[in-house]
């Protein structure tokens, strides 16, 4: 006995070292492809105060992968010394059989995360030596080596375990035979909510542009959403006052302008401007439970203080951008999104921006214990999916075979399509739709640099008299892509880009009488979400937002005209384009943040909101006409005017074609809107 222990002990050494050259080869090649990510860090610590509050966190990941690499090593061991016993090996030909177990379980890792996760940096790697497909091939092989391994291992402890190891094996298969019962098949909830306080369902999409849906004409299949829209009310024409998720969700939940919310870019202090009150706030005062729900929260830090009970989510910080952007080795990546995920990896589990390892499904995991919750309560439940938004990538798609930013978005639509539908029956199986108000919107569109994606054609600009207005003016700073004036890029960065700004928009009723199934063209506002959903629940609202409940009951065909204001966001050069370089954003941006020390959140600085203000644009749509006004040079503002029937526009306001326009009025309403924000005009 004495003699096999050290035969064991001297494999389970030669494996530790081999798992050690492992870890050390995954950190050599990582630093090879990111060593400016270091450098980047090195940078961004000397321009911001970095809090000693985020090392738990990176002590934490740490820890977290000693712990998934020893696990791995265990389980080598473990089969290398059942296989050994069970064929009797000698000590020498055990320890060539646990080295190459060793070395199987190490091609297993490799290629299943080449497949699984394609867009990794090792499955870059590892595709120039072997091919997927024979990958593919291999990884069958080793799978079934593996099954019988473990097989053949279990038998050897079983048979070797006396009852009380018996009796504790039994015991841990009927703790996780419960546990997968109750994921999968739970007792089915009652409904709490009633016809007169249904459970409110707003679902978010970030970055979707309707006329990318079949509904509205689109090639790209998107059986669900197609079949939502056909059953509900639908309002083709919705703008969102500033195309940005955060400003946008904070329309939603307020009803009121950002100029009124005071929260006028991402990342914006949270703190609203009196006497602005928020629908889940209102909500919650009126016995409804609130959750809010992301996979996203690098820009949008909405948490409990919006009036939330729950918030599930990353956590929020700077932990997300440094954890979730470091993480990328095989071995963790297939741990990523399995129950250990949220406990190991939470800055990676279901979040959005680690897009190499993002799997759809592993949100949808994260929502079903709270949707399953018995309810004593109605429900108001938010949920903001993030999958559409730049750079249109996830875990499982493809990107190394298509570069196309339209082809990955078509994709990513898709795919969100296919997300919704798991959703939407989650909420079906947990009976939330018997009596259910349900909002299906876009945060914002996203501009794609096609044409027509800007409001302005060549062919529709009227020039002046002077030769200052004879030529078209140039709207972008100067970059590799070289936008014409037909196109733009992005979402936020420009109001005359309508694709950025037109948001989907549409409510179907569950349970609840009375819905008329159309399509309505009238212009509205995300921000008429909050005065609606309290219309239908006979409450007050006090903000810009206008009830569309008569609409969606058919008993109106429109709304009275109003002005719509749109703004940007801050949009330097760096992200004028459909492939932004996240670090040159970072970069271009990094003196204006500022980081918590104890929360380690990120936030905007209040000097540099100032600026942000200052360079915004500014737009105001009424009836059949746009002014927008871009910041110039020396404190002055370009306006266009632009008559959205003809396609017709201009810079020069002295023309009879804006004479003749409603152009004093539309100045007039823009002054009173943003007041001494507006510079004075270029003559």
Same mark, same amino acid.
Request: charged share 15%.
């Given at each position: 006995?004495?003699?096999?222990?050290?035969?064991?002990?001297?494999?389970?050494?030669? /494996?530790?070292? %081999?798992?050690?050259?492992?870890?050390?080869?995954?950190?050599?090649?990582?630093?090879?492809?990111?060593?400016?990510?270091?450098?980047?860090?090195?940078?961004?610590?000397?321009?911001?105060?970095?809090?000693?509050?985020?090392?738990?966190?990176?002590?934490?990941?740490?820890?977290?992968?000693? /712990?998934?690499?020893?696990?791995? /090593?265990?389980?080598?061991?473990?089969?290398?010394?059942?296989?050994?016993?069970?064929?009797?090996?000698?000590?020498?030909?055990?320890?060539?059989?646990?080295?190459?177990?060793?070395?199987?379980?190490?091609?297993?890792?490799?290629?299943?995360?080449?497949?699984?996760?394609?867009?990794?940096?090792?499955?870059?790697?590892?595709?120039?030596?072997?091919?997927?497909?024979?990958?593919?091939?291999?990884?069958?092989?080793?799978?079934?080596?593996?099954?019988?391994?473990?097989?053949?291992?279990?038998?050897?402890?079983?048979?070797?375990?006396?009852?009380?190891?018996?009796?504790?094996?039994?015991?841990?298969?009927?703790?996780?035979?419960?546990?997968?019962?109750?994921?999968?098949?739970?007792?089915?909830?009652?409904?709490?909510?009633?016809?007169?306080?249904?459970?409110?369902?707003?679902?978010?999409?970030?970055?979707?542009?309707?006329?990318?849906?079949?509904?509205?004409?689109?090639?790209?299949?998107?059986?669900?959403?197609?079949?939502?829209?056909?059953?509900? &009310?639908?309002?083709?024409?919705?703008? &969102?006052?500033?195309?940005?998720?955060?400003?946008?969700?904070?329309?939603? %939940?307020?009803?009121?302008?950002?100029?009124?919310?005071?929260?006028?870019?991402?990342?914006?202090?949270?703190?609203?401007?009196?006497?602005?009150?928020?629908?889940?706030?209102?909500?919650?005062?009126?016995?409804?439970?609130?959750?809010?729900?992301?996979?996203?929260?690098?820009?949008?830090?909405?948490?409990?203080?919006?009036?939330?009970?729950?918030?599930?989510? @990353? *956590?929020?910080?700077?932990?997300?951008?440094?954890?979730?952007?470091?993480?990328?080795?095989?071995?963790?990546?297939?741990?990523?999104?399995?129950?250990?995920? *949220?406990?190991?990896?939470?800055?990676?589990?279901?979040?959005?921006?680690?897009?190499?390892?993002?799997?759809?499904?592993?949100?949808?995991?994260?929502?079903?214990?709270?949707?399953?919750?018995?309810?004593?309560?109605?429900?108001?439940?938010?949920?903001?999916?993030?999958? @559409?938004? +730049?750079?249109?990538?996830?875990?499982?798609?493809?990107?190394?075979?298509?570069?196309?930013?339209?082809?990955?978005?078509?994709?990513?639509?898709?795919?969100?399509?296919?997300?919704?539908?798991?959703?939407?029956?989650?909420?079906?199986?947990?009976?939330?739709?018997?009596?259910?108000?349900?909002?299906?919107?876009?945060?914002?569109?996203?501009?794609?640099?096609? &044409?027509?994606?800007?409001?302005?054609?060549?062919?529709?600009?009227?020039?002046?008299?002077?030769?200052?207005?004879?030529?078209?003016?140039?709207?972008?700073?100067?970059?590799?892509?070289?936008?014409?004036?037909?196109?733009?890029?992005?979402?936020? &960065?420009?109001?005359?880009?309508?694709?950025?700004?037109?948001?989907?928009?549409?409510?179907?009723?569950?349970?609840?009488?009375?819905?008329?199934?159309?399509?309505?063209?009238?212009?509205?506002?995300?921000?008429?979400?909050?005065?609606?959903?309290?219309?239908?629940?006979?409450?007050?609202?006090?903000?810009?937002?206008?009830?569309?409940?008569?609409?969606?009951?058919?008993?109106?065909?429109? /709304?009275?005209?109003?002005?719509?204001?749109?703004?940007?966001?801050?949009?330097?050069?760096?992200?004028?384009?459909?492939?932004?370089?996240?670090?040159?954003?970072?970069?271009?941006?990094?003196?204006?943040?500022?980081?918590?020390?104890?929360?380690?959140?990120?936030?905007?600085?209040?000097?540099?909101?100032?600026?942000?203000?200052?360079?915004?644009?500014?737009?105001?749509?009424?009836?059949?006409?746009?002014?927008?006004?871009?910041?110039?040079?020396?404190?002055?503002?370009?306006?266009?005017?632009?008559?959205?029937?003809?396609?017709?526009?201009?810079?020069?306001?002295?023309?009879?074609?804006?004479?003749?326009?409603?152009?004093?009025?539309?100045? +007039?309403?823009?002054?009173?809107?943003?007041?001494?924000?507006?510079?004075?005009?270029?003559?």
């Amino acid at each position: 006995m004495r003699s096999q222990r050290l035969q064991a002990d001297k494999l389970f050494s030669q /494996l530790l070292v %081999l798992t050690l050259v492992f870890m050390l080869m995954q950190i050599s090649f990582f630093i090879q492809c990111l060593h400016y990510y270091f450098d980047d860090f090195n940078f961004i610590a000397h321009k911001l105060e970095i809090p000693y509050a985020i090392l738990p966190g990176i002590l934490w990941f740490v820890f977290a992968q000693i /712990l998934v690499h020893a696990g791995a /090593l265990l389980l080598v061991f473990a089969v290398a010394v059942a296989l050994a016993s069970f064929f009797k090996l000698s000590a020498k030909a055990g320890e060539n059989l646990g080295l190459l177990i060793w070395l199987m379980g190490l091609l297993t890792i490799f290629f299943s995360n080449q497949l699984l996760f394609p867009n990794s940096r090792f499955s870059y790697l590892l595709r120039y030596i072997v091919p997927d497909t024979l990958a593919g091939i291999l990884l069958v092989f080793l799978c079934c080596f593996w099954l019988f391994a473990l097989a053949l291992t279990a038998y050897v402890a079983l048979k070797k375990c006396r009852w009380r190891g018996r009796a504790a094996i039994l015991v841990g298969i009927l703790f996780w035979g419960g546990y997968y019962l109750d994921q999968h098949y739970a007792y089915q909830n009652l409904d709490a909510a009633s016809e007169a306080r249904p459970n409110i369902i707003i679902v978010g999409v970030d970055s979707l542009r309707p006329d990318f849906l079949a509904f509205f004409g689109a090639a790209l299949k998107t059986p669900f959403l197609d079949s939502f829209l056909q059953q509900a &009310t639908v309002f083709s024409n919705a703008f &969102t006052p500033l195309a940005r998720t955060f400003p946008s969700w904070v329309g939603i %939940l307020s009803g009121a302008y950002p100029k009124e919310s005071g929260v006028r870019y991402n990342l914006a202090q949270q703190s609203l401007q009196p006497p602005v009150t928020l629908l889940s706030t209102l909500l919650h005062q009126q016995g409804y439970k609130t959750i809010y729900a992301t996979d996203e929260t690098r820009f949008s830090n909405i948490d409990q203080a919006f009036g939330f009970d729950e918030v599930l989510s @990353p *956590p929020i910080g700077l932990n997300d951008f440094l954890l979730g952007s470091f993480n990328d080795f095989p071995l963790s990546n297939l741990v990523v999104n399995t129950p250990l995920g *949220p406990w190991l990896f939470p800055h990676s589990y279901a979040s959005r921006p680690v897009y190499v390892t993002y799997d759809p499904d592993s949100f949808l995991n994260r929502l079903k214990p709270y949707l399953r919750k018995r309810r004593q309560q109605p429900l108001f439940l938010a949920v903001h999916f993030c999958l @559409p938004h +730049a750079p249109y990538i996830w875990g499982a798609y493809p990107g190394y075979t298509d570069k196309s930013p339209v082809s990955r978005y078509q994709a990513a639509i898709s795919r969100i399509d296919r997300q919704l539908s798991d959703f939407m029956g989650l909420l079906k199986h947990d009976q939330i739709l018997q009596h259910a108000l349900v909002v299906l919107l876009s945060d914002h569109g996203e501009a794609l640099e096609l &044409t027509g994606d800007r409001i302005t054609s060549l062919h529709g600009f009227i020039s002046g008299s002077r030769s200052r207005f004879r030529k078209i003016p140039r709207f972008y700073p100067p970059s590799a892509d070289q936008e014409t004036v037909e196109q733009s890029a992005g979402h936020g &960065t420009d109001v005359l880009g309508f694709s950025q700004y037109h948001s989907l928009l549409a409510f179907k009723l569950f349970g609840l009488n009375g819905q008329a199934v159309k399509k309505i063209s009238h212009p509205v506002l995300l921000l008429d979400i909050k005065p609606t959903v309290l219309d239908f629940l006979k409450l007050k609202n006090k903000n810009s937002g206008l009830s569309l409940r008569n609409l969606i009951l058919g008993k109106g065909s429109s /709304l009275a005209p109003r002005p719509i204001f749109l703004e940007s966001d801050f949009s330097p050069e760096a992200i004028h384009s459909v492939h932004p370089e996240t670090r040159a954003l970072i970069f271009e941006g990094i003196e204006l943040f500022k980081i918590d020390p104890k929360t380690t959140r990120i936030s905007v600085k209040d000097s540099m909101g100032k600026l942000i203000l200052s360079s915004k644009q500014y737009a105001l749509v009424e009836n059949d006409w746009v002014l927008a006004l871009y910041p110039q040079d020396q404190g002055k503002m370009l306006p266009v005017l632009v008559h959205l029937s003809t396609g017709q526009w201009t810079t020069d306001l002295r023309l009879s074609f804006a004479q003749k326009s409603p152009l004093k009025h539309m100045l +007039a309403a823009l002054k009173q809107f943003y007041g001494s924000e507006l510079k004075q005009l270029s003559p």
